[in-house]
């Protein structure tokens, strides 16, 4: 492989693409990159042209020549690429606003990734990501796909056990940041420490051991209420019960906040949405200023203000990632990937986020051994939950969407929840083929 | 063991030992009663004295001729004993009410065995079981234990697993009300179908097929939600949406309707609440009356009032098991056993409840073989929250039992249930030894 | 199905037919057959009239009026078939002779259904059960395949794994050869005890209880190497060491002398076969003898000398079975049938022969729970091999069957093995095109 | 920890120890030893005289100043050890000369960690061992233990699972050895390559892939029956079976031999017997000649001879595990550490062998995955076996012993293997007193 990259990067019309390029700026000694491609679709084609545009400027303004590629037509872009990377969003943020506004209505939690908003997010996606793995198979067999769309677990199950597609890794910027945000609290680098974190994505627990193997989780527990503790900030930062960090002896990620102080979240949430509109509401006005950021023919490096996202380092893990996979680094990472036992509580071919090596092979996750039993359940909770999102996505059942409605702990049982259930799939019909003849049914009633 | 049998009550002055003793009665010639005796403690000692006289009564007008004791000293009464039924309340209704208040009075599920009355009921109860099995293993440690004291699953696994006496039986009436109703429901008698159950005490499945092999249970699913659909009088008939009976393709438990209804049935919690008290406040009435009328001296029978009660049909199952027991019969029965690869999804040490053979070897568990991902994930999250308030309940962890609390579907997760816990702890206090250190710092707060 | 029963029988022209024809019309008042059908092969014509001669004056000779039909073409026997057994044998007993000479040729235990000889009868037979299968599918969809073609565990999991046909029961005669007679050696009755069965065929404990529940197994291990200890006949009864059946605490099977008295069962197996021929061959001329008497017009009932094989009480077995079925009766009977659990060491899905209860809805295993570390090694071990064995029969794969040589015990691993594998494999070439290219390769070499 | 460090060596007096001190002088700048303790038991004070005094001429010649101790009572050496290292031998190779002498006259592998020998290896070592660790806990509690004492894997169970020193890791050098050839086979070197070891000490496989992830093991395979294939020069290199490693996918390791090509490596090893006496005799004379060399005051430099001996390697890996453990390295290396899900197949609180990171935190296992079914059936075997055998060795049990002897495959079932146990147990009465009763018994009959 040490010929140069070919990269094509599905959703290429991001705003996150900025951040790529950088990465790929910054490591263009370790991963020479040949060829870029950027593909997006047709609604998407205008911010693909601006934010294209944006990212010659960086190569050009760069010691590199690096020529970046457009097309609405991924099958143009697919043919000898060594990595895909798949950063899209079906819908755009107009589908994710719907994800968080119908539950937010019904006194549920509105979030992008968890709750019914992850899962109708899982719908739309997990029969794009089976399309492109199909075009992939045909055009680009030996590729590496390095999936960041999320729900990033979910995603990556089903490319994997569903799709077949082995050489996929998923990625997240949550345990990136709780590195680097606690070694500083607990004042020391993060080359110091040793984390070890294990659990899904959006769903981990970690744990942090210093140079001389001390075991110093409790000292970043006791940071993990603090405005730097380590969880992203887009979520709400409610503090966690100090008896259930002392309890647990491991460190919660943040999304963990919206299970284990649900009412609170919840009450967060319906308050912002009241005052501003939902996330999804203000990201589309970040965005939309962002964009006119980006088409100023004098911008040639990624802006400040991308950092306010909260998908900051996302596509730092990414090249990150893929310069470990060229490089054959071994490196130290938390990714979705096979669990393989891992994680014995559950099934070696489920997907986990774990701390892996990455290298030529692929991710290799490091066996964390047996939960405690709280987090034990949690996880088989949350891993069943999964299996039924993602049977529902591929086949349109609406009986096991209606299951994982009624197990997700974020979605109220009941009238309540399969009202929510019902109103986001009239909602996101246009993205929602498989549950076709239930969506009419639902219309006719 | 073809001699005359002695069987020991404990908490022999429940409202319920009529029918414990007409469930004997009936079965005398089949399993002879040498001896017995009930055991209460000082605070119930008048209703002792009133239900040990009725009962009195009862065998005197019966062909047989057994004498009943009583006793305040449980060692007074266990050595020698065959058998050992469970039935005591510890703090009585008057614990009951609080378990059942302080809940609904924060917004939660005020409820007797699930949510956080569950725990707490299982918290006052396991340590106490533990000291009966102290005395048995020195007084009568060939006996077995029939325990219907609830939560029976819990004290199940704590005898089993953690005090080490093999020879227990977890009972519940659950499993028997579904059989005798669900068989009427599609004009089948109960002996024509055969009923195969699994999961945990209160929260199981169960399918049924008949006497052709052919499985029958989506036509015994069309009638759940009937008035007569198989759900003990004392839970809340809100109807299963029809969409999750179809894809479960099992029967749920009435329990379960507090887990996928969960909304309306604290709502409706909450309202009768208002109305006319916890449920635990009705029965508290229910029970005067009853033992006013068990205090006439022309009464020799069970009243017919006791079967308002939901625990109607617990100590026929009792004494059906007893009668198994003795007489070897190999009889198909649901029962809190251990599991030993019954549900794979579990522990092979955990307690579950399944339909199992009774005999003179006790409990044999029918392999039932893999959940489908939603049942396996409840049932995973149950059992390690069940984990958590048993080790609690021994150990007097505060954080484990804010780890059950917060995993608990039933109770909210943040600060409004751990408020519900510690005002728990502090009510329950004069039945929580083990919890007396936390309990004082939270008095003192 | 309380209608009239369509039994059919693959290998109708064994030897032991006639058991099966005096076994159902022992059971007609419960088990009312309405018509019945012999299927042979070419090969077997001769046996099958004389077989279903005998078959119709036997029953001619009962107060029922049965038709026995018979044909060379299984196509025409299934339509409307309830029951389907199978008896046949791949080769006839000249296809055993050689399972048989050839290991022992090479110093192995020549063996019909252990060690090489029962790999190469799985190798013969499973590709056949999954044509019989086929055509069910196709023709009697509903019926129930009661196998008892040897080897019986391996076929049975073939049928329901691989060959997806649920309705599959695997018998075998140990397990009943060893309640009949272990309950007389304690000086007890069949009724008076309880067995428990698990393993796998031809490999499998018990444990025994007496009517007060008391574990009477090490009563019964006291009697397990004396002549009528409970092992087949057809086993040679080198005595088991004590020590080790004490540290065991549970009954090995008669064939578990052959992997822990490895040494002794060799040497009498190839002193037996010095002296008179493989056990094959004797049979050879016990069923000559057999089939002499089966011709005389004379008889009509089942002749003594078939009580010499070592198959007695198998076709009995397969009516109590059926009739179990047909009556809904959940008879207590050791069979092959999916694990569920029931033996948590091996997977869900893997074929046991555990105690069961036999009922319309076919078998439904009894829980075991976790064996002692030697038994589980052991049992892992074997239904490892069971797995390449079957994997191997099915595709051809010879670097698969060598596996399964190599980790069997009861195969020298290495050059001598090897070669008995190709051997074996060449004599079998007519039954085996499934390994087509190796054998010519091997016949080239 | 970045102090200076204090080794203590149990069983300092090896022939090995000059190779260790090699290994710390040649680390001494990344690992700065402040002292050095050699301990032995009486009977090997002259040996421990001759290598310290070598020992101590070798650090002389070195850059640094280190003082190498000796004594008799290890608890004089243990106190504020980091790092303890166990290579010590109970009964010397005259114990070893037994162990496979008399397997050898039954006709059974004689062998030093396999079969037979293995086992009594195991049963003379855990319950000095367990002495250790109990020294340990007390004199220095937060130390190391590097075992490498073998057999390697159960002496590393037992520390780690029955005597609770969580802190332990078990080395071998076939990883190392199979490392460094293999590599050169198919001109790569040892750092262009990623090799993947799972399985148990001395019975593991391992995959191998390039620095393009390519996976390599199957020209890997191809050079595995070549004489510098990856085998330790101790074992005989009986060619496996091309088609048993194409089916395979995975390097077995050289000890498969025996288990794979089992009479081969019988005749070989009963040839080698009577032409030169066992293996141990001729170290024997290895050994004589080495010490003759270190007593020669001129030396001050491990000799080229010590090459020769199996162990080659052993210490190197000793030095290095300890230097990544000092240096929080996070260096992939195989040993033997906790499974925790690694190799899903067995218990996650198994002991393994499998490619690990180390690091401060101690050894963290990779996980495998599922293994094929024919490895997997043989690695639960062989697991369960050791279980047996480690229990034995803690509580004498000799049906445990006999059952371990029953399931190993090298040990012929049976009488002969009962005599071989019996008569091992009286060869070693001196160090065997927990089964003292046992041998009494056997010696009085
Ligand atoms: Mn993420
Ligand atoms: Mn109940
Ligand atoms: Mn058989
Ligand atoms: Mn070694």
Redesign the interface.
């Known amino acids: ?2 010929k140069q990259v070919k990269i094509v990067t599905i959703g290429g019309g991001s705003s996150y693409t900025p951040e790529l390029i950088e990465g790929f700026i910054r490591r263009y000694e370790e991963l020479p990159i040949g060829e870029m491609w950027l593909v997006d679709v047709e609604r998407g084609k205008e911010k693909l042209r601006i934010v294209s545009e944006l990212a010659q400027r960086m190569w050009d303004a760069s010691p590199y020549q690096v020529k970046v590629h457009t097309t609405l037509d991924r099958r143009e872009a697919l043919p000898g690429a060594d990595f895909v990377t798949t950063q899209f969003r079906v819908g755009l943020l107009e589908a994710r606003i719907k994800d968080e506004r119908i539950p937010d209505l019904h006194g549920m939690l509105g979030q992008e990734t968890n709750g019914a908003g992850g899962i109708f997010k899982a719908f739309r996606t997990i029969p794009v990501i089976g399309q492109i793995i199909d075009d992939m198979r045909e055009l680009c067999p030996d590729a590496w796909l390095i999936n960041f769309t999320n729900p990033s677990g979910m995603v990556t199950e089903a490319a994997i056990k569903k799709f077949g597609w082995k050489k996929t890794i998923g990625l997240c910027n949550v345990p990136t940041i709780a590195q680097m945000r606690e070694s500083g609290n607990i004042g020391e680098t993060e080359e110091e420490l ?1 984390y ?1 974190f294990a659990g899904l994505n959006h769903f981990h627990w970690h744990k942090v ?6 075991d110093v989780t409790a000292e970043v527990l006791k940071h993990v209420n603090e405005k730097n503790g380590g969880t992203p900030v887009n979520i709400y930062q ?1 503090p966690f ?1 100090e ?2 960090l ?3 002896k491991m460190v919660p990620c943040g999304y963990h906040r919206y ?7 919840l009450e967060h949430s319906i308050q912002e949405f009241k005052k501003g509109g939902t996330r999804a509401e203000q990201m589309y006005q970040v965005e939309h200023e962002l964009f006119e950021l980006y088409a100023q023919p004098g911008l040639h490096e990624k802006p400040e203000q991308l950092g306010k996202r909260g998908g900051a380092y996302y596509s730092d893990a990414a090249c990150e990632c893929i310069s470990a ?1 060229y490089n ?1 680094r ?1 490196l ?1 990472m938390t990714v979705s990937t ?7 509580c559950l099934a ?2 489920s997907i986990v986020e774990v701390s892996s ?1 990455i ?4 991710a ?7 939960m405690p ?2 987090a ?3 996880l ?6 999964e ?2 999102v993602i ?1 529902a996505a591929i086949t349109g ?4 969407a ?3 409605f ?2 997700n ?1 974020l979605i ?5 929840g ?1 009202r929510v259930l019902d109103e986001l799939l009239v909602a996101h019909e246009k993205y929602l083929p498989q549950f076709a003849e239930k969506i009419q049914e639902l219309k006719a009633a």
Do not use: V
């Open positions: 492989m040490k040793t070890q051991t210093n140079r001389d193997g001390e409610e019960p008896e259930l002392d309890s647990m299970y284990f102080m649900q009412r609170e979240m996979i054959d071994h130290r096979e669990n393989k036992g891992a994680l014995p070696p071919d090596l290298s030529a092979r692929g290799e996750p490091i066996a964390w051994g047996e039993p709280a034990r359940g949690w088989q909770l949350m891993k069943a939950m299996e039924c049977e059942d609406y009986g096991l209606l299951e994982a009624t197990m702990p109220e049982s009941g009238k309540e399969k």
